[in-house]
């Protein structure tokens, strides 16, 4: 058990969110009771992870995607009204992490996803340096995208989207969690031969084709399911709090 502000002030240590220019709040996003005892992670602060987390009896969330961002007109109607009500209903505490969770080098998404697709990274690219660059941890190579793509869908259990247009083996693998289609071109420059995200739009397509770097898109939901509840997980035993994952699937 520990309270409120020490779970606070942890978790901002860990994760230096005043060092990121970011599309929302991180950190604590509602207040809810000072005693903590039980915290669920997840991906996003949803209805159903709100109401599976207080089923399991968690007092603390936190999640990826919290509540707030940029943009929203600031009215607490619909979904909104919802989400808020039940936190506020169950005196719950709400932290959120986004761009600072991406980018943790041990417990952050990237991170995460790199070790659960056997990859290591030897550097980092893009906008604030969310990208993770690197190779096999055997130091062997893919045979081609599609072996590439093959591993990525069994370590995730999921199908993912290819677009190849490179009959060659592939060595320096570029990844960035969740909507990171942007950072393609980064991935590019960076000299990377495969770029792993969770998003494909239109464009990127095309820049896979006449560049020679494949693309592989595994969904965003999927390609951030392991940072909130490696940072959790960390946080929970360094804070003798009890910590339970909560995955609430998403095809997108
Ligand atoms: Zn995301």
Not at 115 to 129: H, K, S, W
Not at 167 to 182: L, V, Y
Not at 217 to 222: D, Q, R, T
Request: aromatic share 8%.
């Amino acid at each position: 058990m520990t309270d409120r502000i020490l779970l606070a002030q942890t978790l901002d240590t860990l994760l230096a969110p005043e060092k990121f220019r970011d599309y929302g709040p991180n950190g604590l996003q509602v207040e809810g009771r000072m005693q903590v005892r039980k915290m669920a992670s997840g991906v996003t602060a949803s209805l159903a992870f709100i109401e599976a987390a207080i089923a399991r009896g968690a007092d603390t969330l936190l999640v990826h995607h919290g509540l707030f961002w940029r943009g929203q007109d600031g009215c607490v109607t619909g979904w909104m009204k919802r989400r808020l009500a039940l936190l506020l209903q169950h005196d719950i505490n709400l932290f959120a992490y986004h761009l600072p969770l991406d980018a943790h080098p041990q417990w952050g998404n990237n991170a995460q996803l790199g070790q659960r697709l056997g990859l290591v990274a030897t550097q980092r690219f893009g906008e604030q340096d969310l990208g993770f660059l690197g190779q096999r941890n055997d130091d062997q190579l893919f045979a081609d995208a599609g072996a590439l793509g093959a591993h990525v869908e069994s370590a995730l259990g999921r199908r993912v989207t290819i677009v190849d247009n490179r009959d060659q083996p592939i060595r320096r693998i570029a990844w960035c969690t969740g909507g990171a289609q942007g950072y393609f071109e980064s991935a590019i420059a960076a000299g990377a031969g495969a770029f792993i995200t969770g998003e494909i739009s239109e464009p990127q397509a095309h820049y896979a084709r006449e560049c020679g770097v494949s693309y592989i898109a595994c969904g965003h939901h999927a390609s951030e399911r392991y940072g909130a509840q490696a940072v959790a997980g960390h946080v929970a035993a360094q804070l003798a709090l009890e910590h339970e994952f909560i995955d609430i699937d998403n095809p997108a």
